[in-house]
């Protein structure tokens, strides 16, 4: 790992700037692309290269890969809600210029960071393998242009670029500010919807065990080349069990609510149709992707991934949950502290 030049994209993001550490103390010669210049400035400091820009600039993500020989791309417009142009300029143009700068500066390898929310069709789908079909439709504008992304690694692979791609699922410890604190904030200043009593089975991921696999997409070999692997903790949980550990765990009372799918859903439908017409697109408290991931079960294999990347989680899903309820309680009291 010392010396390799490499780009880290959406390196300022949760997943990015955990990644860009590790290579840093690894030896590797780091630079980030990303928006925070909060974040960016704090990895600069660290010895870290921070370029503060956008996806969608063509021209600053190309001149960025001169000089890389690896780049991990991790950058995405990532959100149950959005516009559709501003998810596909950022998911899939955003994409194609990180691959045309890897084609101009002839970088070595292209890790690309993806999702198995392509996966979504709202229903019970269990162990599923990276050869699966994909749904006719997809669940939302997320997940197509994730969707639309990948092929264009895909093609990139097939005119001469080594890439691998992973799909990680539901990515959660301390630096997390998408999936357990919002329920955290949902449990404070309302209540938790349990959809069908909680009894969907889960994926979920701790961050640093996604690191591990983009570090052995590194070195992976060439057999490895072009292909997707799912990435998760391995150990599938009945949603319910994980609120009540995440909130035994934080010292906080569960406040939950039972909540039929189809109530759900149809409350989902009016909120979205509210943010489109009157909202300026405003995230809409509940959406239909979330009430059906919430409802629906959704498993992913991960055997492709031990077997030909050497992948295998390090940090398991309980002590995941407490080291995350550690930094959260640690958070809340520096937060809140008068002094």
């Not at 799909?167 to 349990?194: E, M, T």
């Not at 889960?202 to 490895?224: G, P």
């Not at 859903?265 to 919430?294: C, D, K, N, Q």
């Not at 390090?314 to 995350?324: A, K, N, P, T, Y």
């Amino acid at each position: 790992m010392k010396n390799r030049r490499v780009l880290v994209t959406g390196g300022t993001g949760f997943l990015g700037q955990k990644l860009a550490r590790r290579l840093h103390e690894q030896g590797a010669e780091v630079t980030v692309l990303g928006r925070n210049k909060r974040v960016g400035e704090a990895l600069q400091k660290e010895g870290i290269r921070f370029v503060c820009t956008d996806i969608t600039d063509q021209k600053a993500v190309r001149d960025v890969c001169y000089g890389k020989q690896i780049v991990i791309h991790a950058a995405a417009f990532s959100s149950p809600w959005g516009r559709y142009r501003d998810m596909y300029a950022a998911n899939v143009e955003g994409t194609r210029h990180v691959i045309e700068g890897c084609r101009q500066h002839n970088v070595e390898r292209l890790i690309h960071v993806s999702t198995p929310s392509l996966y979504f069709a709202f229903e019970d789908r269990l162990g599923i393998k990276e050869s699966d079909p994909l749904p006719q439709r997809f669940a939302n504008e997320y997940a197509e242009t994730k969707f639309l992304a990948e092929r264009e690694v895909d093609n990139a692979f097939e005119n001469g670029l080594a890439t691998i791609t992973i799909r990680p699922r539901a990515l959660f410890g301390p630096g997390d500010n998408a999936i357990l604190p919002r329920l955290i904030r949902a449990n404070k200043n309302r209540f938790v919807p349990i959809i069908e009593g909680g009894r969907a089975v889960i994926d979920l991921t701790y961050v640093d065990n996604v690191v591990d696999a983009l570090l052995l997409c590194m070195d992976s070999s060439e057999k490895t080349l072009g292909k997707v692997y799912n990435i998760t903790n391995g150990e599938p949980v009945m949603l319910i069990d994980v609120l009540k550990s995440v909130f035994a765990k934080l010292d906080m009372p569960l406040n939950s609510k039972e909540v039929s799918y189809r109530q759900a859903y149809g409350i989902a439908s009016v909120l979205e149709l509210l943010s489109r017409t009157l909202l300026a697109y405003r995230e809409p408290m509940l959406t239909r992707y979330t009430v059906g991931v919430l409802a629906k079960s959704q498993t992913l294999d991960i055997t492709r991934a031990r077997e030909e990347l050497g992948y295998e989680p390090r940090v398991g899903l309980q002590e995941g949950i407490e080291i995350f309820a550690n930094w959260w309680r640690q958070e809340h009291e520096r937060n809140t502290d008068p002094a």
